[in-house]
Every structure is written in C-alpha cells, then in structure tokens.
C-alpha cells in the first residue's frame, strides 16, 4: 500500500507536467468536488445567518468562493465595478460559456443580488441545496408557460424585496467565438419591474479553456462591466428592440475584449435561425 501511494505521487505531478488532458479532468474534477465542499460549508453558515432561504446568503457564497479562482490559476481583469452602485432593483445580464462563470459573478456580485438558473442545479447536492438557499430563481426552460410565470413572479419579487437579478440571456452555455442570439425572459422582467439592465461582458475562454480539445490552462479573464440601460417607460411592445440592442452592444464589447476580429453580422435574432 505504501509503494501505492508512493507511486501515485510521483505520478500525479509527472502527468500534470506532461499531459495537458490530465489537467483538464483533473482541474475538472478538483473544481467540482471543491464546490461541493465549499457548499457543505456553506449550508449550516447560510442557516444560521438568515434561519433559510434568503438573497442575503449570497454574501455568504459570495466570500467562500472568491479564492477558488487561485487553485484554479485564473485571474480576472474588472472595469466598470461603479456601474454596480446603482441604487435599488436592477437586472444583471451577461454571457455564459461554462461553469467557471460562477467564478466570475462572484468575483463582483453586488450586495442583495441573485441569479435566474435552470431548476437542474438544485438536484447539484450541496451546491444545488446553497443555491436554494441563496433565493436564485429556478426556472424550467423546457417549459415556457412556466418560464414566462416565474418571469412576472421574479419581477414582482425585485419590487417588493427591493433585489437584483442576475440573467443568462443566451440561455445556455456557449463556447463559440460570438454570442448566441438573446432569449426575452431578462428583457420581459426588465421591463415589467421598470428596472435598469446592467450589461457584463466576459472575455472568451479560449485562449485557456476549451473543453472539446481538453484544454486546461491558467489564464486572465477580462470582465467588463457596462453602464445601464434604462426601461423606465418601456413596454412589452418594446422587448424585442431593447433585446436587440444590448445584443450588439455586448457583442461588441466581447469581440473587442476577446481579440476576435468583428464578423459581418450584427443583429443578434438574424444571425442565427
């Protein structure tokens, strides 16, 4: 048994250094089951700050998380961190490449602010039990009457619990070198609380992080932070231009920061069909 273990540590540092596969699944799985640690932790710290489920608990998170992004060797480059000093209920959208993202919204999380996910992540274990417990707004995108009710709920919640909401737009994970055109749901609940919109713009992963070719490198994110749109006055009738509109503009701003020469298209909806 000793000679195993022997071996498996010299093991382990010679395939980190020579296979770069090794790295991926190994920071892969470190990340993982580091989470789920950090949840357990988390859980009886979250109960006996608010007695439950509560967006308070964010902070919680929020502070137990920050320092992964060490293990992990990334760093993260902000701007923009004063767009966020808005006053009162707002909405935070944003890309989503990968898991690592959490990294990231931790990183500037604003105070009484939550996220809009799908209702799988509460199966997470420990982590699914935090993210219940931090108030984060699970919905079913397989079902858009249910999307659109938790839509209007979480807009009548903003209001009266005075919080901030955090939305994926694209509405799933996107490694490629441009945006997936936008869903309505954050501009619907935008619009229905009255509530500003924040745009956040991470820079690709791809010059650290692709998971199709088991890349796994240490590397910088550039995460810019735009500043507010307003809806104040806006209807229903006005979704689809408000959509399209930060669409362009974070496209913009993702294919600035990421170095990727801009493509002909502009327009969110028509590129993509």
Not at 58 to 76: D, E, I, Q, S, T
Not at 130 to 140: C, K, Q
Request: with cysteine.
């Amino acid at each position: 048994m000793d000679a195993l273990w022997v071996f498996l540590m010299l093991l382990v540092p010679l395939l980190l250094w020579t296979s770069s596969t090794f790295v991926f699944y190994f920071k892969k799985c470190f990340y993982v089951a580091y989470m789920m640690v950090l949840g357990a932790i988390a859980i009886p710290l979250s109960i006996m700050k608010c007695g439950g489920r509560d967006v308070e608990n964010m902070r919680v998170v929020r502070a137990l998380v920050r320092h992964v992004k060490y293990f992990l060797g990334l760093r993260f480059d902000v701007s923009g961190l004063e767009h966020l000093q808005t006053e009162g209920p707002y909405v935070i959208i944003s890309n989503h490449q990968s898991s690592l993202d959490v990294l990231g919204l931790m990183e500037v999380l604003p105070d009484r602010c939550t996220m809009i996910a799908k209702k799988e992540l509460v199966y997470a274990g420990t982590v699914g039990i935090v993210s219940w417990l931090g108030g984060i707004v699970f919905i079913n995108r397989k079902k858009t009457s249910d999307a659109k009710s938790v839509m209007a709920e979480a807009a009548k919640t903003m209001l009266d619990d005075q919080i901030r909401l955090w939305v994926f737009p694209e509405g799933t994970r996107n490694q490629r070198s441009d945006l997936l055109p936008f869903k309505k749901g954050a501009f619907h609940l935008a619009v229905q609380a009255q509530a500003p919109i924040i745009p956040i713009v991470f820079s690709s992963y791809s010059n650290f992080y692709l998971r199709k070719e088991k890349l796994f490198n240490s590397g910088t994110i550039t995460l810019k932070i735009l500043p507010k749109i307003e809806t104040k006055g806006m209807t229903s009738d006005d979704v689809a231009d408000l959509s399209d509109k930060s669409y362009d503009l974070m496209r913009s701003v993702f294919l600035d920061i990421s170095g990727f020469a801009p493509l002909t298209q502009s327009n969110g909806p028509s590129l993509h069909h």
